[in-house]
């Protein structure tokens, strides 16, 4: 059973240590390092690595000495995947290039004038992309859980400075539904990961690489109750300094409620399940993610 609190490892020391190397050193030391966190977590943090084995194992077909050495592949790359990210946000010279597949689509998006939904998933480096959409000239909405440790959120701002995005926290008392509401209705980009969730909360089940697997009613529900054009990206490490963007084509959803809920659920998982065969290691999500 999925088990993600809603919560991100890591402490402040630690950021604070790569953010000083990154400063410096730029990028290379601080994978150099990373390498020993790398192997730190691959060793040591036996409650990631065994569902990550797993699904290495038997959703990719890997054979058994292959996927451990993807284990701790998986743990670099996230490593690298935090670390540009950083470099991104805050501005230090780097030598990174992006590949941008569909950005017609979001200009497409955004020229109806309706607003749209961006949703993705912990797969790649969304937040990188999310990030280069400020080139698209429209104010972006980022909804999240807020499960980071607030101390770690504030020192990260003092690092990085002032986002080109508004965060919309998910609350209890749902006053994050209206937020999104303004947000789409002064045609604004709302954007939300679609693949976790609470437990206690509602879900959708979909057949996912070749097992059943819940995800998150609310991205899908919102889609269909709004009827905005929802579109679906992703960003992937293609090289140490390369990435790749995907944007699909928008699409709205239509009819009956419920109907426009599962068809947005079947969209997202063949398009997901299709990234993730394409780039297996960068796949984030170290839990039990099937029933």
């Known amino acids: ?34 390498r020993c966190v790398a192997g730190y977590y691959f060793l040591f943090s036996h409650s990631s690595s065994r569902p990550i084995f797993r699904y290495f194992r038997t ?63 912990h797969l790649g480096n969304w937040e990188v992309a999310g990030h280069l959409f400020k080139r698209l000239e429209t104010r972006i909405n980022i909804v999240m859980f807020d499960g980071e440790h607030e101390r770690i959120k504030q020192y990260l701002s003092t690092v990085t400075g002032e986002r080109n995005v508004n965060v919309i926290v998910i609350k209890d008392d749902l006053s994050h539904i209206y937020a999104i509401n303004d947000a789409l209705s ?22 996912f690489l070749g097992s059943n697997a819940r995800f998150p009613a609310g991205p899908f529900l919102l889609a269909a109750t709004f009827r ?4 679906l990206v992703f960003a992937f490490k293609e090289s140490a300094t390369h990435y790749h963007l995907f ?33 297996p290691e960068q796949w984030f999500n170290y839990y039990d993610f099937w029933e």
């Open 247 to 279: 944007a699909t084509p928008p699409r709205e959803y239509h009819g009956r409620r419920k109907q426009g809920v599962q068809e947005a659920v079947q969209d997202f998982v063949h398009v997901m399940e299709e990234k993730v065969r394409q780039y």
């Open 59 to 121: 959703k990719i077909g890997y054979g058994w000495w292959r996927s451990l050495r993807s284990v701790y592949r998986n743990y670099y790359v996230f490593g690298q995947t935090l670390i540009d990210k950083v470099v991104v946000m805050a501005g230090i010279p780097n030598k990174f290039t992006f590949q941008f597949e569909g950005e017609h689509h979001l200009r497409q998006l955004i020229a109806a004038g309706k607003g749209g939904i961006l949703l993705s998933a």
């Open 186 to 207: 002064n045609n604004e980009l709302v954007c939300m990961h679609a693949d976790r969730f609470l437990e206690g909360n509602k879900t959708e089940t979909a057949l």
């Open 1 to 34: 059973m999925p088990s993600w609190q809603g919560k991100s490892k890591g402490n402040k020391l630690g950021y604070r240590i790569f953010i000083d190397i990154l400063r410096y050193g730029g990028i290379w030391p601080a994978y150099a390092l990373l």
């Open 228 to 231: 905005v054009p929802v579109s």
